[in-house]
């Protein structure tokens, strides 16, 4: 079974470029999250999904960020205009129905100079 | 609003046992999960509980007070390989939201 799959691996930014991610869930999982870990801190929700409606997203930026799952499978997450403070790894997720389990992609991970 | 609090920190020898702990604080609360999080990978999932008690898994067991908010992940007979950061997430029945806290690192010593 393939895991969840992430890319780009790295991205390295100046301040106000854009930069998209990209997420391949595990197939048939219908639960997807977009999760931000900054350096030595947990993973902090942005935004989830369930199919290809949003459920969640009241923590993310709304100004810079954006996310979008429009098949309910694959999803994208949109920096708009890059801060440093949005330095992190970001983590997709997926889980199937009312599972608990979260299976995590590899992340990307993000430097804004 | 919901809160999820670890400590920093953990240190233990190996072939001895580890207990990390976990306070969280949530208006709905709907199950508990620890995550192991090695250093630059992604958090893999260890276990779940969503009732008061005990839940024996082998190499880990998990503990939940639902009345206290508190839970822990206990590691016996310690690896060094089990040096990693250990995860805490509490789900919102309400509002479905999973919640980490900033996890415990463990470090286990020879």
């Known amino acids: 079974e393939a895991g969840v799959t992430q890319s780009p691996r790295y991205a390295v930014l100046q301040e106000g470029q854009a930069v998209s991610f990209w997420c391949d869930p595990i197939s048939g999982h219908d639960t997807l999250y977009w999760y931000q870990q900054p350096r030595d801190q947990g993973p902090q929700l942005l935004v989830y999904?369930?199919?290809?409606?949003?459920?969640?997203n009241s923590q993310l930026p709304s100004d810079r960020f954006s996310a979008v799952r429009p098949k309910g499978t694959n999803s994208t997450l949109k920096i708009q205009s890059a801060k440093q403070g949005d330095t992190a790894t970001y983590l997709c997720a997926s889980s199937s129905g009312t599972n608990e389990r979260l299976f995590f992609g590899h992340g990307t991970k993000l430097s804004v100079l | 609003g919901q809160g999820v609090e670890q400590p920093a920190k953990l240190m233990s020898v190996e072939g001895t046992f580890a207990r990390v702990n976990c306070t969280y604080s949530?208006?709905?609360?709907?199950?508990l999960s620890w995550y192991q999080q090695r250093e630059g990978q992604a958090p893999v999932f260890l276990s779940y509980v969503v009732l008061d008690g005990l839940k024996d898994s082998g190499h880990f067991s998990t503990f939940l007070s639902r009345s206290n908010g508190y839970s822990y992940l206990l590691l016996t007979e310690l690896q060094i390989k089990d040096s990693a950061s250990y995860l805490c997430?509490?789900?919102?029945?309400?509002?479905?939201?999973?919640?980490f806290g900033d996890g415990t690192v463990l470090t286990v010593k020879p």
């Open positions: 999904f369930r199919d290809e409606a949003v459920i969640d």
């Open positions: 949530t208006s709905g609360f709907n199950g």
């Open positions: 997430a509490v789900r919102d029945g309400n509002t479905g939201k999973l919640t």
